[in-house]
């Protein structure tokens, strides 16, 4: 049993562009669906689906590749961790990466990118952070 299913979907997400494929497939829970939402929205993936099998749903993610073959994703991390929860305020969440990156927060507003939570003026738990 998996105990940190963002964890778990984010290695997956990392072992899959770097070995160049172009679907992999993920243990569907909410908080992992909202995570793809955001990274759907910032440019990082190409489309997700969830798929039921019998009583079971799994999420097959079509990752996003430049048209040099390189994909989009350079580090993709998960910030906090069960053992070590990680919070950020709204004042230190405003850029990652001078820009170039992303930080997936949990707010009291859903799940929202670094700038998208800056813009609400709340902060929350830092899931992941990509670029």
């Known amino acids: 049993m998996i105990n940190d299913l963002v964890a778990d979907s984010l290695t997956r997400i990392r072992n899959a562009s770097l070995r160049r494929q172009e679907v992999t497939t993920l243990l569907h829970s909410k908080l992992v669906e909202a995570v793809l939402n955001v990274l759907q929205a910032e440019g990082y993936i190409e489309s997700f689906k969830v798929v039921e099998n019998g ?77």
């Open 55 to 131: 009583n079971k749903k799994t999420i097959n993610v079509v990752l996003k590749y430049n048209d040099h073959g390189k994909s989009v994703i350079n580090e993709i991390k998960r910030i906090s961790k069960p053992g070590r929860r990680v919070y950020k305020g709204k004042d230190e969440i405003k850029r990652f990466k001078n820009g170039y990156g992303t930080i997936v927060l949990s707010t009291s507003k859903g799940v929202l990118s670094n700038a998208d939570a800056y813009k609400a003026g709340v902060g929350g738990e830092a899931l992941c952070s990509i670029w």
